[in-house]
């Protein structure tokens, strides 16, 4: 069985991400939507509000789960049988960076591979940061979300913004 992992912290989960799972959804058997717990980030929304909402975008799609966990993403891929870990290319930037992490994740775990796809042209310039500041400062960021998700109960009433 191909299992994928897909980890983050996506707070909030962008229309980027979605995209990224949505046309990998062919290439494995199971994606595991990972949401690690990172700890160089302070949180915008809670760990329940990002399980809700990532659940409830991908609820009619059979071969996708959504998962939290700490630590290391490769004791996670281990503990879940996932032999792929799938990351989304924005910019030669982002390249370069996931570059490092994957030649160090492939130490640490030799049967891990990891699988790149490109972010649409169109989602290039999303990031969770920058939807972060939207909210933060009213403004609309529905275009920048999911539409299959009620973006009041996510987005209206955070709690956990600092």
Do not use: W
Not at 18 to 42: A, P
Not at 48 to 53: A, C, Q, S, V, Y
Not at 116 to 128: D, R, V
């Amino acid at each position: 069985m191909k299992i994928a992992v897909f980890p983050g912290s996506f707070d909030p989960f962008t229309i980027g991400h979605e995209s990224i799972v949505l046309r990998s959804v062919n290439l494995f058997d199971k994606i595991i939507i990972g949401v690690g717990l990172n700890t160089s980030k302070s949180g915008f929304l809670s760990m329940e509000k990002r399980m809700l909402l990532i659940s409830d975008i991908f609820k009619n799609v059979p071969n996708v789960e959504v998962k939290t966990y700490s630590g290391l993403t490769t004791d996670f891929c281990k503990e879940n049988n996932a032999v792929y870990l799938l990351r989304g290319l924005r910019t030669s930037a982002d390249f370069e960076y996931e570059r490092a992490i994957a030649q160090v994740n492939k130490v640490m775990y030799p049967e891990l591979e990891t699988v790149f796809i490109l972010t649409l042209p169109e989602h290039s310039a999303i990031s969770s940061s920058i939807v972060r500041e939207i909210i933060k400062h009213k403004g609309n960021a529905r275009m920048f979300v999911s539409g299959n998700i009620d973006y009041d109960f996510y987005f209206n009433t955070i709690d956990t913004v600092k």
